[in-house]
């Protein structure tokens, strides 16, 4: 009872805050670019519209467009901009959290984020991107960076070359709105380091109609620093992603993956190889203003405590995610389940709670309502039906 008589009062308070603020438009980078509003490609911002995710797959430029914020020369070699391309996004949330056997407490976490962001066309098919944070939950580094080359030989092929999410074939973390995780993206079994987050490698992606196949090859050891010999891998090893998604109809896909990683260890007595393997579905399906996501990945690991006698784990795990989002409202809202389930105590879900479980799953429900087309207010609600554990989270991001 104390859990629902605090959101219910979390609740009122945000739609109070909210329901009195004027709205105007802004431009961040590419708006400015381009001279049009955020809103053509982000319906709410971070989350893309089909003409955001053209764009984006476009290496961030629009298709015959030039944009405004490039010089003429007199080089057909050389593409300068008028100035460094730089936007700012910051981020800020109040949390709360409570249940049986947890003292509430409340958590300031301003700011939460903060990121500087810059891409840009270096000619005709080469684009970069990256953002820099500046601060994220108390650290500093990067995360996405790469180099984009579009439609090489003529042909619908795009080559990425950098610092990437191996999950971006399937559905990119960075652009979800809802708080909470996709668990099974983040989750490690073990000792390993073996996920679906940020790693460095190459991915290629061929979009012939309908049909898109992607495939990815990265070093398997996520954003680690270099060791003394300036390596970011420390053995021979790859991991590999292969991917391919169907459009059946407007509105509609369906998709499949397969996974494959190694990763040697050694415990003193010898280098044991610990390897995983993932195979999984995913759907989505969108009619106006309401869209359902879902994935569901079945993961097989061997040796992943880099000793031989540990037992074989199986994981199964997944999410389905909600969106409604009317294109000509500020309001939207949303729902995410998250589920993993294991059968060995060596699951680490990597979002705060305890380690080496056999099962983790979570509930979170939100709406949100822009104050101006880059500027956001939101409320989200979670449980923790495992730990019996409640949080709520008010957040403000904006982006300029």
């Known amino acids: 009872m104390r859990c629902l008589r605090a959101l219910l009062t979390f609740a009122a308070l945000s739609a109070a805050v909210v329901a009195f603020v004027p709205a105007s438009d802004a431009l961040p980078i590419f708006a400015q670019r381009y001279g049009g509003s955020c809103r053509r490609c982000h319906g709410p911002f971070p989350r893309l519209t089909e003409a955001g995710e053209a764009f984006a797959a476009n290496g961030f430029r629009r298709h015959g467009e030039e944009p405004r914020d490039t010089i003429a020369t007199t080089d057909d070699l050389l593409v300068l901009g008028r100035s460094l391309p730089l936007s700012v996004r910051f981020e800020s949330n109040v949390t709360w959290q409570g249940g049986d056997g947890y003292s509430p407490?409340?958590?300031?976490?301003?700011?939460?984020?903060?990121?500087?962001?810059?891409?840009?066309?270096?000619?005709?098919?080469?684009?970069?991107?990256?953002?820099?944070?500046?601060?994220e939950h108390g650290e500093i580094g990067v995360e996405d960076a790469f180099v984009q080359w579009n439609d090489l030989g003529g042909k619908p092929i795009d080559l990425v070359l950098g610092q990437f999410q191996v999950s971006d074939p399937l559905f990119k973390r960075e652009l979800r709105l809802e708080l909470e995780d996709y668990a099974i993206y983040r989750a490690r079994i073990g000792d390993t380091r073996a996920d679906l987050t940020y790693d460095r490698g190459v991915l290629a992606t061929w979009s012939p109609s309908r049909f898109e196949f992607a495939a990815a090859v990265v070093n398997?050891?996520?954003?680690?620093?270099?060791?003394?010999?300036?390596?970011?891998?420390?053995?021979?090893?790859?991991?590999?992603?292969?991917?391919?998604?169907?459009?059946?109809?407007?509105?509609?896909?369906?998709?499949g993956m397969v996974f494959g990683g190694w990763e040697d260890g050694d415990r003193g007595d010898g280098v044991v190889r610990a390897d995983v393997r993932m195979a999984g579905v995913d759907a989505t399906l969108s009619h106006g203003a309401l869209e359902l996501?879902?994935?569901?990945?079945?993961?097989?690991?061997?040796?992943?405590?880099?000793?031989?006698?540990?037992?074989?784990?199986?994981?199964?795990?997944?999410?389905?995610?909600?969106?409604?989002?009317?294109?000509?409202?500020r309001w939207y809202g949303y729902g995410l389940w998250n589920r993993m389930?294991?059968?060995?105590?060596?699951?680490?879900?990597?979002?705060g709670g305890p380690e080496n479980l056999t099962r983790w799953q979570t509930w979170s429900a939100g709406a949100g309502y822009l104050l101006q087309r880059n500027v956001r207010l939101q409320g989200e609600a979670g449980w923790d039906t495992e730990s019996e554990a409640a949080r709520l989270a008010f957040t403000f991001v904006t982006a300029f």
Not at 221 to 246: H, W
């Open 105 to 135: 407490r409340t958590d300031f976490q301003t700011p939460y984020a903060l990121k500087l962001i810059s891409s840009a066309a270096l000619s005709k098919d080469l684009s970069y991107y990256f953002y820099f944070y500046f601060f």
């Open 220 to 255: 398997g050891t996520g954003k680690r620093a270099a060791d003394d010999g300036e390596r970011f891998d420390t053995d021979a090893p790859k991991n590999v992603l292969g991917r391919a998604s169907y459009t059946p109809a407007l509105g509609m896909r369906v998709g």
């Open 293 to 329: 996501n879902g994935q569901w990945i079945r993961r097989t690991d061997r040796h992943s405590t880099f000793e031989l006698g540990t037992p074989e784990a199986t994981t199964d795990g997944g999410f389905v995610e909600a969106i409604w989002a009317p294109a000509e409202s």
């Open 341 to 351: 389930e294991c059968d060995q105590p060596l699951l680490d879900a990597r979002l």
